[in-house]
């Protein structure tokens, strides 16, 4: 990659971070303003909207079209464990995340990844788990607005002033589309500098649709984890993590398995689902404790780390 190549991908890369922590702060006021008009928990408001990925959706059905397994199932498995590992370990460590999640809710985010393996029961992932998924989908959601009711996330001495501004409906409705629109706009310029950093390196198809793409696409991630928390929002940004989890491994899967059924590779089977089930269960246990600190977001980024090179290392 000549010298000028790579000066633009950190350009994009740089500017892609500043739309989105912009974006994140509007997409917060937008978040909080629709839970206080609805009364409903920020949590739950969170964990809906924030984890629709119109760009990992996109990304995952093209390369499923084109017959790119790794790619397709990558933006799910490898998604995931970016999520449960590097947003939720990579913010505990700039930001410690307080937050006290119903049971319901964790027992959700664990068993979740679980039924993921649904859809890799056969060489092809059959349509009708695809179904299966996305029924599971509609009932989780539903199971998480229903345990927020009346569940006290935090100390109410906890929330910034910020998040307790009261904003009519339409402009709360109105700061959470701009909010992801813009998100969705920087999180493309970040995976754009992100990709172009790492396309003339010569990796395996299994790391690169595992673990760089998810990571490229994903980069913003970590921005939507650490602002909230920043401001006092401990629960949109657990909501963020969960919700978004949830989304990949059941909607985006669900989706995936039946509008194009991909070819589910060895390694899929034998080590980024089995990876994905534990990486959310410790993440799982982490959270159950109320308090996400920098120890145990060391131990999450150290546990991607290692699937990093287990991926690089495998073929």
Same mark, same amino acid.
């Given at each position: ?11 994009? #890369? ?31 408001? $969170? ?22 397994? =790794? ?5 799910? #498995? ?63 959601? &539903? =199971? ?10 935090? =100390? $109410? ?25 813009? @998100? ?7 995976? $754009? ?24 696409? =994903? ?28 989304? #990949? ?25 089995? #990876?994905?089930?534990? +990486? ?11 308090? &996400? ?10 546990? +991607?780390?290692?699937?990093? @090179? ?6």
């Amino acid at each position: 990659m000549s010298a000028s190549s790579t000066l633009l991908a950190l350009v994009l #890369f740089a500017a892609g971070v500043a739309v989105v922590v912009w974006a994140t702060e509007r997409l917060l006021e937008g978040l909080v303003g629709i839970a206080m008009v609805l009364r409903v928990a920020p949590f739950a408001v $969170s964990a809906v909207l924030s984890g629709m990925e119109a760009e990992n959706v996109a990304v995952g059905l093209a390369a499923g079209s084109r017959g790119a397994a =790794e790619v397709a199932l990558g933006t799910v #498995f490898g998604g995931g464990i970016f999520m449960a590992c590097v947003a939720l370990g990579l913010g505990a460590m700039i930001v410690p995340l307080r937050v006290r999640l119903p049971r319901r809710v964790l027992v959700l985010f664990a068993a979740a990844p679980v039924l993921a393996g649904l859809p890799l029961i056969a060489g092809t992932t059959p349509r009708w788990t695809g179904a299966v998924l996305l029924l599971a989908f509609a009932v989780t959601l &539903v =199971e998480v607005l229903r345990a927020s009711r009346r569940h006290t996330f935090m =100390e $109410s001495g906890e929330v910034a002033e910020a998040g307790e501004k009261r904003r009519p409906l339409w402009l709360a409705a109105l700061l959470t589309l701009l909010g992801i629109g813009a @998100i969705t706009g920087g999180g493309e310029l970040v995976a $754009s500098g992100a990709t172009r950093l790492i396309t003339d390196v010569g990796l395996g198809a299994g790391l690169v649709g595992m673990v760089l793409t998810p990571a490229a696409i =994903e980069a913003e991630e970590v921005i939507r984890q650490v602002v909230p928390a920043r401001r006092g929002r401990h629960d949109v940004s657990a909501g963020n993590v969960v919700g978004t989890l949830l989304w #990949f491994v059941l909607f985006n899967l669900g989706l995936l398995a039946l509008a194009t059924p991909v070819r589910v590779p060895r390694l899929t089977r034998e080590l980024d689902y089995p #990876f994905l089930v534990g +990486a959310s269960w410790l993440a799982t246990a982490v959270l159950a404790r109320g308090r &996400v600190g920098r120890t145990a977001g060391a131990v999450l980024v150290a546990l +991607a780390v290692a699937y990093a @090179i287990l991926r690089g290392l495998l073929r």
